[in-house]
């Protein structure tokens, strides 16, 4: 009887000795440790990835809880009353995304360019009707502005539109470039066209010095009517001179129509159309202003780290 019990209380012993083992260890010191518990290693690509493709459907993971958490990808929800309630954004190696819902109402009506058939709309894929079904007031107007600031610093670069009062629209936003789309909404293909797109990077010199753009900010209400963003200097992205450039390119652009009076669009502004992107920054920041009729909105600045 003796022998049994004490080989009863053994089992129980070394059963608890086990238990004991294999029990999640604290981290460094246990948590009341001088090195305190230990921290997971941070991500260096967001959670969610998507791709330029039609499919929206990579969206939906993105939400503003989901974005919260993660540093490299955003959501800025608007009022409703806005062209522009939605936007996401997020990062991957190569380049960073866009995604928009926007009023259908809030667009130019099957419009089409004074550049004529050198744009985008010289197909009627595109939207180029001629003389016929034209929104008349579309005339180069460039509705979407995405401000962009590639080093992530509001102290250099150039500030965006000046609002009715002369000051920045997007106060805090000091950019380096900005990618300019006169777009237009197709009722006939249900699309969102682009009939001419730029991306103005300003002068090579300010004042007959070189202008850095990573490392001075100018601000100046009487550069142009819109404010201290040069509005057409523009430059090749490998900085050799002159030229017209685009970003995003066409195929990096994908829209859908929801319902009526809905309109999704994706794209991608590739990390290599980035002007004046330093090597060493982890950091950016843009800003939307949308300009057509009595439609005008600002938003921003959002920032975000870059994904590796």
Wanted: hydrophobic residues 30%; charged residues 25%; glycine residues 8%.
């Amino acid at each position: 009887m003796k022998k049994s019990f004490f080989r009863f209380a053994a089992v129980l012993l070394m059963g608890a000795f086990i238990a004991i083992s294999c029990e999640e260890k604290p981290g460094p010191d246990g948590p009341d440790g001088p090195d305190g518990p230990e921290v997971p290693e941070t991500p260096t690509k967001p959670s969610v990835q998507v791709k330029i493709d039609g499919d929206f459907s990579d969206w939906d993971a993105i939400t503003a809880d989901v974005a919260g958490k993660d540093d490299y990808m955003a959501v800025v929800s608007e009022n409703s009353a806005e062209a522009i309630p939605v936007i996401k954004t997020s990062s991957d190696t190569y380049n960073v995304y866009f995604y928009i819902e926007m009023y259908v109402d809030a667009l130019p009506q099957n419009a089409i360019c004074s550049e004529w058939g050198d744009s985008w709309n010289g197909t009627p894929e595109q939207g180029y009707k001629g003389d016929e079904n034209n929104d008349k007031n579309f005339h180069h107007n460039p509705p979407l502005n995405v401000f962009f600031d590639p080093d992530g610093k509001e102290d250099t670069g150039f500030y965006t539109y000046a609002n009715e009062d002369g000051e920045a629209a997007i106060p805090g936003l000091g950019c380096e470039m900005c990618a300019q789309q006169v777009c237009f909404y197709n009722y006939e293909i249900k699309k969102f066209c682009i009939a001419w797109n730029q991306t103005n990077i300003g002068p090579e010199t300010l004042d007959g010095q070189p202008f850095d753009y990573n490392g001075t900010f100018f601000q100046d209400s009487d550069w142009n009517s819109d404010g201290a963003f040069p509005q057409w200097g523009w430059q090749n992205y490998d900085g050799t001179g002159r030229g017209d450039n685009i970003a995003p390119k066409p195929e990096n652009i994908q829209s859908v129509v929801v319902g009526e009076s809905m309109i999704k669009i994706e794209f991608a502004i590739e990390k290599s159309e980035l002007v004046n992107l330093p090597d060493e920054a982890t950091e950016y920041a843009w800003g939307i202003c949308y300009r057509w009729s009595d439609w005008n909105q600002d938003i921003g600045p959002i920032r975000a780290k870059y994904s590796e």
